[in-house]
């Protein structure tokens, strides 16, 4: 999952706080990870995991976005 770097919520265990950080700092994380993210009900569970993964690993690679994201994992994952 794609996350502030200041946001102290984990969007698994905590997500209305972490979602009220969000939008509270100005951001709408989950909506801009939406917008890059090419998936359809066609594709696979695997395949549309890999969808979002590649998304969040293309904003921490844009320098625009460099320190600003981070990308947070399940902790049994």
Do not use: C
Not at 7 to 35: I, S, V
Not at 36 to 56: G, H, K, M, N, Y
């Amino acid at each position: 999952m794609l996350s502030l770097a200041t946001n102290p919520y984990n969007p698994f265990t905590q997500y209305d706080d972490w979602k009220n950080f969000d939008r509270h700092e100005g951001y709408d994380t989950d909506g801009f990870l939406a917008r890059l993210i090419s998936t359809s009900d066609a594709l696979s569970e695997p395949d549309q995991s890999a969808a979002v993964s590649s998304a969040i690993d293309s904003v921490l690679q844009n320098p625009s976005f460099r320190g600003l994201y981070v990308k947070v994992k399940r902790a049994n994952a």
